[in-house]
């Protein structure tokens, strides 16, 4: 008789979909409640998006545990971060920190996928996206996550970016008003759900602008 061999993973993918648009003057980050592992859904109520600092929100798929880990090794180097300078981390000063973390761990990675979405020091939106590995680049739009191949080419329609080659540069934000994003948002996320059984449930949103955080919520399938 030949022996079995048992393929245990340290890693399972728990699904989902995250997104985050970035404007002149605000940043949406947004993210649907599901959680799944196979065919089970484990609960529709899990939020993906962590708030960093009060103007840096990271939203994440792949394997909530080291999602977790991650989010509270952050929160950790941020409160030293406060400490040691009596003030919060910019978010392109947290997308490096996110970076350099996820790279640290390139060996045994964190299977983790990130968006990170914020105001910068001028107070323009500004979106980061990352690989398992800290790679990372500053992007007007970006979507991870197990509906993101449903989500990217929308998105690219609707708001294709400049390229990066172009000189002078020319600014990653997006042309829409904050009120357009939140609309694309919802409509990318209702779409998604039609066809990507690990995202539904609930559809949480998280818009940033000079007056502040707020944020929204919408009902998606749940089945």
Known sequence: MTKQHANWSPYDNNGGSVVAIAG?????????????????????????????????????????????????HLSAKHLIYQHQHNKQMSCPAMAQLLSNTLYYKRFFPYYAFNVLGGLDNEGKGCVFTYDAVGSYERVGYSAQGSGSTLIMPFLDNQLKSPSPL??????????????????????VFASATERDIYTGDRLEIVVLNADGTRYEYMELRKD
């Not at 940043?27 to 959680?35: H, N, Q």
């Not at 939020?47 to 990271?58: E, N, P, V, Y």
């Open 24 to 72: 002149a003057d605000y940043c949406v980050v947004a993210a649907d409640t599901r959680m799944s592992t196979g065919y089970s859904i484990l609960t529709r109520g899990y939020s993906k998006i962590c708030k960093l600092a009060d103007k840096s929100f990271m939203a994440s798929s792949g394997f909530q545990a080291d999602v977790k880990a991650l989010q509270k």
């Open 166 to 187: 172009l000189l002078p540069a020319v600014d990653a934000v997006t042309p829409l008003s904050e009120g357009e994003a939140i609309d694309l948002v919802k409509t």
